[in-house]
């Protein structure tokens, strides 16, 4: 109770209540699971079913797994209409799903100018967690618009654990009664993923994430990875992991980072389930380049440094080719963490023409945005220019997502046009996939057919038996493919 009204009294009621309804209702409620059953699970032992649930009759296994929220995405309709909520049977196959058509093509603006013009800016709620009462946040950018296709979701998680702090066993207690998950155990416990990548990155300085996963990778043993290093998870056909925050009992620990959600494309959301680890301390190094400004005459030794960007997505697919063809990679994917010091501007480059899906968010600062047709500058990661050659006409400031439209332009121009703070943001930048999205909670496949087969497997326990999934899936491929006939 204490830390209910101690939230109530910190927190706006509105926001308090915004976070639970948001938590409750974007992640798909999973039943927690002691140490011992966890372990055994992670090997890959014994059946979910069983070892989630407990010893219970079919019919109650059954009963528990049986709705599912299913996201249906066409991006031939506006973008207002082209999400709908629909109640699907996890256990069967429904005789009459849902059309999803394909996002189709993405289009291209009539304007004619040099750099990316912006779709849309939206503000998003910071809602507060581990600790609430110290400030703890995650702001969850929800993605997946056909501007945006292949991202589904980016958090940005900010959060502090410390040994003194006599209200942490209370908000574990009150995520205990209330049902909120992952509140009580200070991270997320067990849970599934099917389906896409996803891009841990946790930010320089901070303390570490604790990993633990059914891959071989993480399997018999836990991993603690820390500031400077990410972890890529290719999900595929069905991982299940637990992540926690790193504690310690001698001092408080912080711990801020970005998690990133990419689809896969439909012939490689059933891949052989891979992590990698890329950035420090790993074989991997950051990709990582100074921001110039080229109004100075010289070589590099001589010009000044506006900012630096670290190529996460060059980092990645180096990785990636690195497994010798085992994992393909994604040649078209940049994830660019930039810092601008104030005043300093920068146009990155779209190698797909402008019909790459550019989504910008911004971390600390004010990011401004451009149109200037008399500027066309063409240019690399590392060019820059000052905020007064330019125009600026559009700012987004801290916390806030930017979505850039499909164009002509090949560039895109970000000023920091403040004139004492830096600009600190994250740069998605990808080819669309342009095919249909289902989504439930943690998985994330093509059609509601495939997300029935993915919970009906959770709950008979063949979520991780790879060979018998891709018998299903080839089951399934053939029934849809008689559905359209």
């Given at each position: ?365 004010v990011a401004s945005f451009d149109d200037d047709d008399s500027n066309s500058?063409a240019a690399t990661y590392s060019s820059a220019q000052t905020v007064d ?97």
């Open positions: 109770m204490i830390p209910l009204l101690f939230l109530l009294f910190q927190v706006p009621v509105p926001t308090f209540i915004n976070a639970l309804t948001q938590t409750r209702s974007e992640w798909r409620s999973l039943p927690h699971i002691d140490k011992e059953r966890r372990d055994i699970l992670l090997t890959g032992g014994v059946s979910i079913a069983s070892t989630v649930l407990g010893p219970k009759t079919a019919s109650a296994t059954t009963t528990a797994t049986t709705t599912t929220t299913t996201t249906t995405t066409n991006n031939n309709n506006d973008d207002n209409n082209n999400k709908s909520m629909k109640q699907e049977d996890a256990t069967t196959i429904s005789p009459s799903p849902p059309s999803i058509a394909g996002f189709g093509e993405t289009g291209s603006s009539n304007k004619s100018q040099p750099y990316r013009s912006i779709s849309s800016i939206e503000s998003n709620i910071a809602i507060p967690v581990w600790p609430t009462w110290g400030g703890g946040k995650v702001v969850p950018v929800s993605l997946g618009g056909k501007m945006q296709d292949p991202f589904l979701l980016l958090a940005h998680h900010d959060h502090w654990f410390d040994p003194k702090d006599p209200l942490r066993e209370p908000f574990k207690g009150f995520g205990k009664i209330t049902g909120l998950p992952y509140i009580d155990v200070e991270g997320f416990s067990l849970h599934p993923h099917r389906g896409f990548d996803i891009l841990t990155y946790i930010l320089d300085g901070s303390d570490g994430f604790k990993h633990k996963d059914s891959t071989m990778a993480t399997k018999d043993t836990s991993k603690v990875y820390r500031g400077g290093c990410a972890q890529w998870m290719r999900t595929g056909s069905g991982v299940l992991h637990e992540e926690f925050w790193e504690t310690r009992d001698d001092r408080r620990t912080n711990i801020e980072l970005f998690q990133l959600w990419i689809n896969l494309p439909a012939k490689q959301k059933f891949d052989t389930p891979a992590i990698k680890y890329i950035g420090k301390e790993t074989d991997f190094p950051w990709e990582e380049q100074n921001i110039y400004d080229p109004t100075a005459i010289g070589n590099n030794s001589n010009r000044i440094v506006v900012g630096k960007v670290r190529n996460i997505g060059a980092t990645l697919n180096k990785a990636i080719q690195e497994s010798g063809g085992v994992i393909k990679e994604r040649t078209s994917l940049q994830i660019l963490h930039a810092t601008l010091n104030p005043g300093a501007r920068w146009i990155v480059p779209d190698a797909k023409n402008g019909k790459s899906s550019a989504v910008l968010y911004v971390r600390k600062g500058v050659e330019v125009q600026v006409t559009t700012t987004a400031k801290a916390h806030q997502s930017v979505t850039f439209a499909p164009d002509k332009s090949e560039l895109i121009a970000i000023s920091n046009c403040q004139k004492d703070k830096v600009l600190d943001i994250l740069l998605l930048i990808d080819e669309p996939l342009n095919e249909p999205v289902a989504q439930s909670g943690p998985i994330v496949m093509n059609t509601p057919y495939e997300l029935n087969d993915a919970y009906r497997q959770l709950s008979d326990g063949t979520f991780l038996d790879r060979d018998r999934v891709l018998h299903q899936q080839a089951r399934t491929s053939k029934f849809q493919r008689q559905q359209v006939l």
